[in-house]
């Protein structure tokens, strides 16, 4: 079975550092674009972040860039978003979505929630 | 990056058609045929329903459909039903989603 499965999130302190990791199964990791994607309480979908198959490119919303950074280790079949300097509006839950073609995310997971709160 | 424009909510009765447009410009929309659609249920992930403006992943009913005009995306469901009711996002090549519709069905 084809499978996404995030963790990592909790409760962070602005200004604080949090890492997400996302487990793939059932597929050949290593052949895809992945990406992060997050969505705030009661609001719509956000694109955060992709990396191409071998890790050697790398895009970043407007919003993140410059405090997360996304990788990935296609030996471990995993996915990850580290993400420091975390503010109020960085609360969300975070999905990793795997990418079809151009910019389609045809395989999700079921989310990590990171919440930034004092 | 700026999100594309959807309609905050549509509604229509069992049976009817409904279609959902997104608006972007020529710079994402406009210039690419690369549109998807995502259904969500509250609480759960996102699901694709329609990609490359017009396409069906497998296993999608082929009531959902999709086109698009100028700098506009649109997405069609026919034959409303009840459990079609969710809240439907496109997303454009570019990098931004849609500001999200909530379909009702009455």
């Known amino acids: 079975e084809v499978q996404l499965v995030e963790s990592g999130g909790g409760l962070v302190q602005p200004g604080g550092s949090l890492r997400l990791s996302c487990a793939a199964s059932?597929?050949?990791?290593?052949?895809?674009?992945m990406n992060w994607v997050r969505q705030a309480p009661g609001k719509g979908l956000e694109w955060v972040a992709n990396i191409k198959e071998d890790g050697s490119v790398k895009n970043y919303g407007d919003s993140v860039k410059g405090r997360f950074t996304i990788s990935r280790d296609n030996a471990q079949n995993s996915l990850s978003l580290q993400m420091n300097s975390l503010r109020a509006d960085d609360t969300a839950v975070y999905y990793c979505a795997r990418n079809r073609g151009y910019e389609t995310f045809d395989i999700w997971g079921q989310g990590t929630m990171v919440t930034v709160s004092s | 990056q700026s999100a594309l424009t959807q309609p905050a909510s549509v509604s229509g009765s069992p049976g009817q058609s409904i279609t959902i447009s997104c608006t972007g410009t020529s710079s994402d929309i406009g210039a690419y045929n690369y549109v998807s659609w995502y259904q969500q249920y509250p609480g759960k992930a996102p699901k694709l329903m329609i990609y490359d403006v017009s396409n069906r992943p497998s296993g999608i009913s082929n009531r959902f459909s999709g086109s698009k005009s100028g700098n506009t995306a649109s997405l069609t469901i026919s034959g409303l039903q009840a459990e079609d009711e969710a809240d439907y996002y496109c997303f454009s090549y570019g990098g931004a989603f849609g500001t999200g519709t909530e379909v009702t069905v009455l």
């Open positions: 059932g597929f050949t990791f290593s052949t895809y674009w």
